[in-house]
């Protein structure tokens, strides 16, 4: 397999569950770290993640609402979150433009056949 290092992130710019990163069409992937950095000066925000199992038609949540503090940011180290080709690694916030989220990913060709 060869592997490809890529980097994911996204401004929330509202309270909608978004996603962040889905792996392409022959790939499997490694979430290697996830930042959500809060970029209010005054207020925390409240931080949901999730990935969606599209195989199983399934969400689940690997954080839910977790507050991170004005300024701040919550480090998710060494999460080897393993994806799958279509799979769909999802951010939400509590409030509009107050949160962005950043993943370090590891990519892995997976060939036809």
């Known amino acids: 397999m060869n592997g490809r290092l890529k980097n994911a992130a996204v401004a929330l710019s509202n309270t909608n569950l978004t996603a962040v990163y889905t792996v392409p069409t022959n790939f499997t992937a490694i979430v290697k770290d996830i ?10 925000v409240d931080a949901t993640l999730k990935y969606t199992d599209t195989s199983a038609s399934a969400t689940f949540s690997l954080v839910s609402t977790k507050s991170v503090p004005a300024d701040d940011f919550l480090r998710i180290e060494d999460a080897n979150i393993f994806l ?12 509009a433009n107050d949160l962005e989220v950043t993943a370090f990913i590891e990519e892995r060709y997976k060939p036809q056949g």
């Open 35 to 44: 930042f959500l950095t809060n970029v209010d000066g005054t207020s925390a």
């Open 84 to 95: 799958e080709e279509g799979d769909i690694l999802k951010a939400q916030a509590g409030a």
